[in-house]
């Protein structure tokens, strides 16, 4: 690896890691950076959506990712009493009841989910250098300069862009002089695997308390707290803390011992007003904080990954069209606000006090009528999400993101994720003869027919998202509009 590649991509989070692969399957040569020397223990998130456990699909990934699912599942379901989705702590979102059950998210601590992107990355020919900090960012016209701290010294790399995956309080955001504006934090989790020394038989069963939340069990004690935001939050938790905080919370005093992992944090939510700002992007938690309510955080920066991974190879390699690396931002961001919003939401119906008391009630009662509840379920999935293309469709899959099809090509049963594998964009169609000046950027797939209903011939981009759709008719001028969008011959 030289010292200018074409991507420089600061952490080596999940997000960091799928955004270096999904480049280097585009053809850009990708250094991942990451300031920590091994890769942190922390289970910061116990699972990804179906969007995202889709992506990874695609890219050959989905055995490893459900390999034990039935058994995280199970611990799932253990620890929050329930095997139904959540809406701040109201458990009552059925998958049975959605419009499509079948796309589900999968269970995976955040540290599994690490090494197997690791794994894949680093297949790939990926390089990561551990224990480099970036301290200085430097853009011109032409490329980006990092200074960077090593265990060697200070160096200074050079890239023709520059993406920030590097958490909620991004260096690179900082340095580059990106707006973060939002909403300060409402409540403070901490959650530890303890034991309770004295005071167990006093506390009361899991779940909302007069000043928060509670779980406690199998080794675990976590609160939800509305009565303290600790000044700093990146001091380690102690029992003491911990302690404090199941009294504001319960009202019980108990004695505690730390027995292992440790975590706090807030939900304050806050976004950068863009992703980009010349040569330098965000994605992930570096363009958006908020709280982990609905599991919906690792689902949101992946997706990031897999919408800016091709565009910005193809802005690389000199292919892409114009204004297609700006349509990150388009995209990405929309999105990003709808799940500021819900989480804002939900930590709002968590308060405590007789009238949010009186709010959840009414609010857990319309939770029963189906369509609230599909309603819910597609908001906190993203299977809601669609894209707004600079080009008409009436076809209502235009702007979504594909699930795994089925289809018949000649006397042959087939499904679509045996052809994202490379992270190509791919067309399913009876006749793919209109597509053909784009052969080099889009795999061609004559088909019979699509185990979908309305659904004749598809165009699904690198991302999975439906570029073009067609019930049935022709429509070689769409297409072509979709083609001239996101491909250059």
């Excluded at 380690?236 to 292992?260: H, I, K, W």
């Excluded at 991302?463 to 022709?474: I, M, N, R, T, Y």
Aim: hydrophobic residues 40%.
């Amino acid at each position: 690896m030289t010292d200018e590649p074409d991507v420089i991509v600061v952490g080596a989070g999940p997000v960091g890691l799928l955004l270096a692969a999904e480049l280097r399957l585009a053809g850009a040569v990708p250094l991942v950076l990451e300031r920590l020397a091994v890769r942190s223990p922390q289970r910061k998130a116990r699972g990804v959506g179906p969007l995202a456990a889709e992506a990874l699909a695609r890219r050959g990934l989905g055995e490893r990712l459900t390999a034990d699912l039935a058994e995280r599942s199970a611990e799932k379901a253990r620890d929050h009493g329930s095997a139904k989705g959540h809406f701040s702590a109201i458990h009552k979102i059925d998958p049975a009841l959605q419009d499509e059950p079948d796309r589900q998210g999968v269970w995976i601590w955040q540290p599994e989910l690490e090494e197997l992107l690791a794994e894949f990355a680093t297949g790939l020919g990926v390089e990561v250098r551990r224990e480099h900090t970036v301290v200085g960012v430097a853009q011109d016209a032409g490329a980006v300069t990092l200074t960077v701290a090593t265990p060697h010294g200070e160096r200074r790399l050079r890239a023709a862009y520059v993406v920030g995956c590097d958490g909620g309080r991004s260096t690179v955001r900082r340095l580059t002089g990106f707006d973060f504006p939002g909403t300060p934090p409402m409540m403070t989790a901490r959650r530890a695997e303890a034991e309770i020394l004295e005071g167990a038989d006093r506390l009361p069963p899991p779940g909302r308390q007069h000043g928060g939340i509670l779980h406690h069990g199998h080794g675990m004690l976590a609160t939800f707290d509305f009565g303290d935001t600790p000044e700093d939050r990146e001091a380690p938790l102690t029992a003491e803390e911990l302690e404090n905080s199941v009294r504001r919370v319960t009202g019980v005093d108990v004695r505690v011992a730390l027995t292992g992992e440790t975590l706090r944090f807030t939900d304050h939510a806050r976004q950068a007003t863009t992703y980009r700002r010349g040569r330098v992007l965000l994605a992930g938690d570096a363009a958006h904080v908020h709280s982990p309510m609905g599991g919906q955080g690792l689902n949101l920066g992946l997706m990031d990954a897999v919408n800016l991974g091709w565009k910005l190879a193809a802005e690389i390699r000199g292919h892409a069209p114009p204004g297609l690396l700006d349509s990150y931002t388009a995209e990405r961001h929309p999105v990003g606000a709808r799940v500021l919003h819900n989480t804002r939401a939900q930590s709002a119906l968590l308060a405590p006090g007789p009238h949010t008391d009186a709010l959840r009630d009414v609010f857990a009662d319309l939770m029963d009528i189906p369509e609230v509840n599909r309603h819910l379920g597609r908001m906190l999935s993203g299977l809601a999400d669609a894209y707004d293309f600079p080009y008409p469709s009436t076809h209502p899959l235009t702007g979504r993101h594909c699930p795994d099809l089925a289809f018949k090509a000649g006397a042959r049963a087939d499904r679509l994720s045996r052809y994202t594998v490379y992270g190509r964009s791919v067309l399913l169609a009876p006749d793919v003869r209109a597509a053909e000046p784009w052969r080099a950027r889009v795999d061609l797939v004559e088909v019979e027919s699509i185990a979908h209903d309305g659904l004749g011939a598809v165009l699904v981009r690198p991302d999975g998202a439906v570029a073009w759709a067609s019930g049935g008719q022709p429509d070689a001028e769409g297409l072509e509009s979709a083609l001239r969008t996101w491909f250059s011959r």
